[in-house]
């Protein structure tokens, strides 16, 4: 079984704060993949990052970044200097081994205030 | 690249009517595509899994009769609400997974489809 935690239903911070969300996960799996997903207002799911298990190099794209850690079984993503166009729902997922189905962890709320 | 639509955006119908949404990829061909459930402010929830050219693999808890999924090519498949009644009112959506080289389980989802049942 697969499980996907992510602790923190809503957050809300000033415009150019960073903030950091956090998750968590659990698979039998030696092989899975992780992933971060964005939807804003729309409804659309926006793919933002995608790890697997042996890559545990951080990664940054722009104002993101991404920290995973495999000793915590955690994936956080942090967003630098915060933007009311990052408002919106984000959610973590993963794949474990040969099973492709995609779960997703509750998601969070991220409002950015200016 | 991997750009998934669907169709309708959304829609409204009246109790026991059947409403079907579509769900395209765009620029790539998909064997395999998602469609899933997502109720206000919760997560989305897999229903089932579309098959090009076979029968559906629906999720626990899902009634196939009522949903019934039909991937005809490999670009299209469609979700068919059969007998609507309000407690279907939710937000659709499909994915599918192009393979693109170094990320070939990563899904792409559709804009989303809003059914609502009078």
């Known amino acids: 079984a697969q499980k996907v935690t992510q602790a923190q239903t809503e957050i809300s911070v000033v415009e150019k704060e960073d903030v950091t969300l956090d998750c968590v996960y659990e698979t039998r799996d030696t092989t899975y993949y992780l992933f971060w997903y964005k939807q804003p207002p729309s409804g659309e799911l926006v793919f933002l990052i995608r790890r697997n298990s042996f890559d545990e190099q951080n990664e940054i794209s722009g104002r993101y970044s991404w920290n995973f850690q495999k000793s915590t079984s955690s994936f956080n993503f942090t967003i630098t200097a915060s933007q009311v166009v990052d408002s919106a729902v984000y959610f973590c997922g993963l794949i474990g081994g040969s099973n492709y189905k995609l779960t997703f962890g509750k998601g969070t709320l991220l409002t950015v205030n200016p | 690249g991997a750009v998934v639509s669907q169709h309708p955006s959304w829609v409204i119908c009246k109790s026991g009517t059947s409403v079907k949404i579509e769900c395209r990829s765009l620029d790539f061909q998909a064997t395999t595509m998602f469609w899933y459930r997502q109720f206000p402010k919760q997560s989305l929830m897999l229903m089932a899994t579309s098959n090009e050219g076979s029968k559906a693999t629906y999720e626990q808890g899902v009634e196939k009769d009522k949903f019934l999924i039909n991937h005809a090519s490999l670009t299209l498949s469609t979700l068919t609400v059969t007998s609507a009644h309000p407690e279907d009112s939710s937000f659709y959506i499909c994915?599918?997974?192009?393979?693109?080289?170094?990320?070939?389980?990563?899904?792409?989802f559709g804009p989303g489809t809003r059914l609502t049942v009078l």
């Open positions: 994915s599918a997974n192009p393979g693109l080289a170094g990320e070939t389980d990563t899904q792409y």
